[in-house]
Nanobody, 125 residues
Framework: QVQLVESGGGSVHSGGSLTLSCVASEVTYRTYSVGWFRQAPGKEREGVATIYHGDTTTYADSVKGRFTISQDTAKRTVYLQMNSLKPEDTAMYYC???????????????????WGQGTQVTVSS
């Protein structure tokens, strides 16, 4: 059974950095896509950065150049390095996994049935 456990959230000032980690058990990277999503109060869950079938990375326009997603397959861990954080990045961040997610839907939460418990990121101005 797929299990995802996130860690690394916290509170930082604008311009600061955080690294999120997601330990993904029972995930075969060749057939699964794993990604980071975020949800602010009153808003839908949005895809931030994803790794498609273990090799193709995609980013939301709002985080390009600031966030980097990576994985360590030996540790079964997916990371999200977040630099130059802004107050609008404040949200609950979730790690999601889905099998055979279409590339064109890679940032749609609807195609990711497995989720971690989430980790809060708060950026103050």
């Amino acid at each position: 059974q797929v299990q995802l456990v996130e860690s690394g959230g916290g509170s930082v000032h604008s311009g600061g950095s955080l690294t999120l980690s997601c330990v993904a058990s029972e995930v075969t990277y060749r057939t699964y896509s794993v990604g980071w999503f975020r949800q602010a109060p009153g808003k839908e869950r949005e895809g931030v950065a994803t790794i498609y079938h273990g090799d193709t990375t995609t980013y939301a326009d709002s985080v390009k150049g600031r966030f980097t997603i990576s994985q360590d397959t030996a540790k079964r861990t997916v990371y999200l390095q977040m630099n130059s954080l802004k107050p609008e990045d404040t949200a609950m961040y979730y790690c999601g996994a889905g099998r055979n997610v279409p590339l064109r839907q890679i940032r749609s939460a609807l195609y990711f049935p497995y989720w971690g418990q989430g980790t809060q990121v708060t950026v103050s101005s």
